[in-house]
């Protein structure tokens, strides 16, 4: 079955990094679209960047390059590299691939002081 497990949130001081990641199985990653969402309690969720098969970047205007996201195609794995985290970047974060409809369990990102 679809499996999509992100890792690599964590506590984090204003300012500083994370990355996070995403292992996809159960579904031909390499020809998938692969998305970043992130949702805060009582909000919805929302898109921060996507990334193409072919490896074509494209992102939220609100980020104003602080994140990048890539893949890697023999790992199944989409990742988003985070810097100058604010604490407005605290919020859950999900993976998803255009093929299938389905969500992981997401990884908590807390930027506090």
């Known amino acids: 079955q679809v499996q999509l497990v992100e890792s690599g949130g964590g506590l984090v001081q204003p300012g500083g990094s994370l990355r996070l990641s995403c292992a996809a199985s159960g579904f031909t990653f390499s020809i998938s679209t692969m998305r970043w969402y992130r949702q805060v309690p009582g909000k919805e969720r929302e898109l921060v960047a996507l990334?193409?098969?072919?490896?074509?970047?494209t992102y939220q205007a609100f980020l104003k390059g602080r994140f990048t996201i890539s893949r890697d195609n023999a790992k199944s794995t989409v990742y988003l590299q985070m810097n100058s985290l604010k604490p407005e970047d605290t919020a859950v974060y999900y993976c998803k691939s255009d093929l299938m409809n389905a969500w992981g369990k997401g990884t908590l990102v807390t930027v506090s002081s």
């Open positions: 990334i193409s098969t072919g490896g074509i970047p």
